[in-house]
């Protein structure tokens, strides 16, 4: 391999930041945002492990990681906040669904897929008025579907055009 051709793989290998020689600034902006990537990644992995060890019961530890976990703004991060749909307690579903909505509209039409539409589901005609309205909202934003509160309805659309909903992560390079 010529030593131009091993320069250009470099700099793909950089996330296509470094596209002449002596672009410094741009090869360290490049590994600034991988390293954030992969710390934001392992903040999220350390939340999951958190919640998963949080006594059931104790809604406010799990409530404060789902504050959290929202807060890092990363469409990773609605996977997480999808799971935490299926809780026993409506609190914590609640604060599950407060973070969702507050996340980025693409996050949540690529982030989540049919995981978090099934949690969803399971709210969507809820006695709680908040519950049921959040779901339906995200449902909606989710799909591009407007059912309210028949899930009967939610569950035969989801059922035919579940392919539709789908998970798109792309990992980083440098991702740990």
């Known amino acids: 391999m010529s030593l131009r051709i091993g320069a250009v793989c470099a700099c793909l290998a950089l996330g296509g930041v470094a596209l002449a020689d002596g672009d410094d600034d741009a090869v360290r902006a490049g590994l600034k945002a991988q390293k954030r990537y992969a710390e934001v990644g392992h903040r999220i ?85 908040y519950l049921s309205g959040r779901a339906q909202a995200l449902l909606g934003l989710l799909t591009g579907q407007s059912f309210g509160r028949k899930d009967r309805k939610w569950k035969k659309w989801l059922k035919e055009h579940g392919d539709e909903v789908t998970i798109e992560i792309e990992e980083s390079a440098y991702a740990a």
């Open 45 to 129: 992995a350390a939340l999951e492990r958190d919640y998963r060890a949080a006594e059931d019961g104790e809604w406010i530890p799990k409530a404060i990681l789902l504050v959290e976990l929202a807060d890092l703004d990363d469409r990773r991060a609605i996977a997480a906040l999808g799971r935490a749909l299926h809780d026993e307690e409506a609190m914590v579903v609640a604060f599950a669904l407060h973070g969702l909505s507050r996340q980025d509209p693409e996050h949540i039409r690529k982030g989540g897929g049919v995981p978090l539409a099934e949690g969803l589901l399971e709210h969507v005609d809820a006695r709680n008025a």
